[in-house]
């Protein structure tokens, strides 16, 4: 008895965290007819009509590859940061950690609505509206603290030894850093890294703001300023809703490892 | 010796060569040419892109030493707005000539944005122009823009179901509502089912369009256009939104279209789920192409009903041209927007892609109504189109419109007087702030 | 001069440290002190000709008379409330799920993080859809064929309420477990063999052992969901735009439209101070209660 309530309760659970995606994934495949049809259809006709015209129409294509640099450019310097302030965090002595530490945090807890404005403003002085620096820059501060915070106890957890060892082998603290440690922490940047991607990949709040022009727009506000004047194209939407997230969907699947482990971290000691 | 480590010029430049590939990678766009003199135009997608093709090369055919680059914005007008005020805001040099919607020649105007155009379009000019679109131009006594198309509210509506019970398109708001209650009736009994009304009335914009039809042809008004302070507690600007709540919400027309932009109401009644549809004029041509509509051919349109004792008012709509303050060129800006505004230019746009002109004289031509039949009766709907608030506040303004209306219609126990007065406060005090 | 050890991995440490708070300073700390600092004067962007005038705290007793801004305050502690309230239970029941292993066990915790790894707009568009009045799954499974009973859900001011919060907690629950289940994990199972030998059934094991220790991870779990929450945004911009009737207008959807759609960047950013010192209140009381776990030197 108790086993099966337990599975029903697992495939409730699977079901309704998949269904909406599932949903849509199905309308992308459908075709004009088929999605205007009250009531609706259940199984799609497999169409690609609006993979094609989100392509041809609607610039998916575009929005797809900003998003890649932002997101990508974004990780790579987050991370790069990261692994310099977690190294220095965890093993160094540091005067006002904690003060460092919480200050970190408090940062990704900013309202985005408190520091958008001055930050449209300094970006704008700058000239650098509509160019990926813009974006960037903004999301590294954003998400710097979740960086260093899982960088951080990733180093936290090797053995105390290995920076005493390196340095009777006549290691300076960069080679102590580089070729004993980061190695080692490698699964944890890796997992870093996953999140912090995910983060900019999705992000909208920034982007809205900061890129106006079609050109920069990355997926997010291609796909939330869709609708045009005269149309609200769902199919289209669904479609490229289903490009903007497969490649998400791969990833937890592939990491789901990490990224429990990673959003774990720090969350309760241990 | 001691070794000493210094792990900053190491930082430094592990960061500087993060940022260097950053610059080079541009986004996708086109970069312009150098050549003479070259004119941007900030534009939306137009629908029919050929057509612009074809306007933008006979231009640069007769004026072989300007080039005109056009920049595409997004579709819709908010995005498109501030994709343009960003620009501006910025004094951007890559901006020239642009768009402007109908409600914001005021804002761009008390900004500085757009550059006042006095005597490059007098007023011996300004008269070959609707009246209406004009005033929409029109800030502190200036004029800032040339109205390109207009828009204005119609009623469209199904003549199969008309003639079928033997109506005449109805002339009162009051018939109108009778009228598609028989109807819906009617149908019912046959099994058919159907709405009586379509309209938008989602919190938007264009709620606003909608309501201020109701209340100008109640005799009410939203705004004092002298004073500037809010109208809204007149008792015929409060009788037409009551009639809006009690006789259309949830009455004739189903409670959805408190969710309703311009393309889920026509939806309804291109499926032929309406008797009677209220948008703009763009509806005609897709609610008779039978690759889209299940209604094409038995759709008519006139002017929107009124109240008693009142007269019909739409709502004025459409787009017009603005020059840049801080555009370095000008004369060739002026000369490109001279050329898209003249009689022929305008007559080439009505003809292929079906926009209302703004020229009064293409209202009698031939050529213009064989294309778009449906314009002949329209030339005094789109004369006495009225304008919303025209004021460098007027987002405020429309949001607490917005929000007044919104809540007024969808809740049927609604306290109108309060919410008027709420209303009325909140805009009173915005607009007191730019004195 | 010689510098010793001491010194020296002082200064490499800082200068590891330096790049991070110079990002954050400049685009963190700075706007949000020039965010208060613009809270203090009346700017009309597109009134220029009236400059940045110096008002003291005029905007911030503007905003304690704003009708419009107490019912979006209003509004946001309601969704947070109940937001938060759902997404424990379910992350509860989803961390004790993949608490268990079984056959299948990957898959189904990859399926739940699904909906976390979605981007927020493209959840929301998804949901906006399975409402939609017409082509609405939602209105498909409860009326099926009868179209004439589909209902309008968004068009409810109380239904388009619960539509935003049931989208949100449907793509937050999964995190929330995660938290918890990272609290289950440090219970011993030594704990409930021993209550198991006492004759102690499931249910009596889950609330005199599970709960009590989960205390501190249900804890953790609501600060940092309920400093989300109140930052929402995303959902409302897509899926109802504040409507209708403002019954989904929120904090942050509403400073959004003063400072970026209404031009009025003094008193907009008055409501984003508010924001920030709501969420900072929140954000305190979270590191005060993780503090001593993590932030502890390990020598």
């Known amino acids: 008895m108790k086993k099966t309530v337990f599975f029903l309760t697992v495939i409730c659970v699977v079901f309704f965290s998949l269904l909406p995606f599932l949903w849509f994934l199905d309308t992308s495949l459908k075709t004009e007819m088929e999605i205007t049809s009250i009531p609706p259809v259940l199984v799609p006709d497999f169409a690609l009509d609006f993979y094609r015209s989100s392509i041809e129409h609607y610039n998916l294509l575009h929005y797809l590859w900003n998003s890649i640099i932002v997101a990508g450019l974004s990780t790579f310097i987050t991370l790069s940061l990261s692994i310099f302030a977690g190294y220095a965090l965890a093993r160094l002595r540091v005067k006002y950690k904690g003060l460092i530490m919480g200050g970190l945090l408090t940062v990704s807890m900013f309202p985005q609505i408190s520091i958008a404005g001055p930050v449209w403003r300094i970006l704008q002085s700058a000239g650098w509206l509509n160019t990926y620096q813009g974006l960037v820059l903004p999301y590294v501060t954003l998400t710097l603290p979740l960086g260093v915070w899982i960088v951080a106890s990733f180093f936290r957890e090797l053995p105390k030894e290995l920076e005493d060892s390196a340095k009777i082998d ?89 990224i429990v482990r990673g959003l774990s971290a720090g969350a309760i000691k241990g | 010796m001691v070794r000493r480590s210094f792990p900053s010029p190491f930082i430094i430049l592990t960061l500087l060569a993060c940022f260097i590939p950053v610059f080079f990678i541009s986004g996708c766009e086109k970069k312009p040419e150098e050549t003479v003199t070259t004119v941007r135009f900030v534009t939306w997608k137009p629908n029919q892109p050929e057509v612009w093709d074809e306007i933008v090369a006979l231009f640069e055919n007769e004026n072989p030493d300007v080039k005109i680059e056009r920049e595409t914005g997004p579709h819709s007008s908010t995005a498109f707005h501030d994709l343009l005020t960003q620009k501006l805001k910025n004094r951007s040099r890559d901006v020239d000539v642009f768009f402007m919607d109908v409600i914001w020649p005021s804002e761009f105007a008390a900004a500085g944005w757009a550059m006042p155009l006095g005597e490059l379009f007098p007023v011996s000019e300004r008269s070959a122009f609707l009246d209406g679109a004009i005033l929409a131009n029109t800030y502190d006594g200036k004029i800032y823009g040339v109205p390109l198309f207009v828009d204005s509210g119609v ?19 009051e018939r109108m509502v009778d009228q598609a209650a028989s109807i819906v009736a009617g149908e019912k009994k046959e099994g058919t089912g159907i709405y009586g009304f379509s309209g938008q009335f989602k919190q938007y914009e264009g709620l606003v369009c909608n309501m201020m039809e109701y209340i100008l042809s109640n005799n009410g008004r939203m705004i004092d256009p002298v004073t500037g302070k809010s109208d809204l ?19 004739v027309a189903p409670r959805g279209v408190l969710t309703y932009q311009e393309p889920e109401s026509l939806d309804v009644f291109i499926q032929g789920k309406a008797v009677f549809h209220r948008n703009w004029p763009y509806a005609w041509e897709v609610s008779n192409n039978p690759g889209r509509s299940a209604v094409a051919g038995k759709v008519g349109i006139s002017r929107l009903p ?33 050329f898209l505004s003249s009689e022929r230019v305008q007559k080439i746009i009505a003809v292929k892609s079906g926009k209302a002109p703004t020229r009064k004289i293409l209202y009698g031509d031939r050529e213009v109504i064989q294309a778009n039949p449906h314009f002949a009766g329209m030339r005094d709907v789109f004369a006495t189109a009225y304008p919303r608030p025209r004021s460098p506040l007027y987002p405020a303004i429309s949001n607490i419109l917005q929000r007044y209306f919104s809540k007024a219609i969808s809740d049927p126990g609604s306290d109108l007087e309060k919410e008027a007065e709420a209303a009325s406060e909140e805009i009173n005090r915005i607009v007191a702030l730019g004195r | 001069m010689k510098l010793n050890l001491q010194t020296r991995e002082r200064i490499f440490a800082a200068s590891l440290i330096v790049p991070c708070f110079l990002f954050v300073s400049v685009f963190a700390f700075y706007p949000i002190l020039y965010s208060f600092y613009l809270s203090l004067h009346r700017i009309i962007l597109t009134l220029p000709a009236l400059g940045q005038k110096f008002v003291w705290f005029q905007n911030y007793r503007q905003l304690f008379q704003d009708r419009i801004a107490l019912h979006s305050l209003t509004n946001t502690l309601i969704f947070v409330f109940s937001s938060t309230f759902f997404e424990l239970i379910f992350g509860l029941v989803i961390a004790m799920v993949i608490n268990r292993h079984f056959r299948g066990w990957g898959v189904v915790r990859a399926a739940v993080l699904v909906p976390w790894a979605i981007p927020t707009v493209v959840s929301s568009q998804m949901w906006r859809f399975i409402f939609n009045d017409k082509y609405g799954l939602l209105n498909y499974i409860a009326f099926g064929s009868d179209v004439a009973s589909y209902k309008a859900w968004l068009a409810d001011p109380l239904y388009a309420f619960l539509a935003v919060i049931a989208a949100d907690v449907w793509k937050t629950s999964s995190f929330a477990g995660l938290l918890i289940l990272a609290g289950l994990q440090t219970i011993p199972d030594e704990l409930y063999e021993s209550a198991r030998i006492d004759g102690a059934n499931a249910w009596q094991q889950f609330w005199r052992i599970t709960l ?38 929120v904090l942050q959807f509403y400073g959004y439209k003063k400072i970026f759609a209404e031009g009025l960047m003094g008193y907009g950013s008055t409501i984003s101070v508010l924001v920030f010192l709501i969420t900072f209140v929140i954000a305190i009381l979270y590191i005060r209660m993780i503090g001593s776990g993590l932030i502890q030197e390990k020598t």
């Open chain 1, 170 to 258: 006549g290691c300076g603290h960069v080679q102590t850093l580089f070729r004993i440690m980061l190695p080692l922490a490698a699964p944890g940047i890796f997992t870093a890294a996953i999140l912090v991607f995910i983060y900019a990949w999705n992000e909208f709040f920034f982007a809205l703001l900061i890129m106006t022009r079609q050109g920069y727009q990355t997926l997010p506000v291609g796909i939330a300023l869709f609708q045009g004047e005269y149309s609200l194209p769902w199919g289209e939407i669904s479609a490229a809703s289903t490009v903007a997230t497969i490649p998400l969907v791969f990833m937890v699947f592939l990491f789901q490892k990490r």
């Open chain 2, 155 to 173: 009623l469209y509506y199904r003549t199969d179901l008309l003639k079928k019970y033997g109506f005449s398109p109805p002339e009162t708001w």
């Open chain 2, 233 to 251: 507690m007149e008792k015929a600007s409060i009788g037409a939104v009551r009639f809006v709540r009690d006789r259309i919400i949830g009455n």
């Open chain 2, 306 to 338: 009124h109240f008693p004792g009142g007269e019909s008012h739409s709502t004025l709509g459409g787009w017009q041209l603005g020059i840049s303050s801080y555009s370095e060129n000008k004369e060739a800006a002026w000369k490109f927007v001279k």
């Open chain 3, 212 to 249: 009590p220790l989960l205390r501190p991870a249900l804890l953790i779990a609501l600060l940092f969901r309920t400093m989300d929450a109140f930052r929402v945004f995303d959902l409302v911009f897509v899926m109802t735009q504040g409507g209708p009737a403002d019954s989904t207008n």
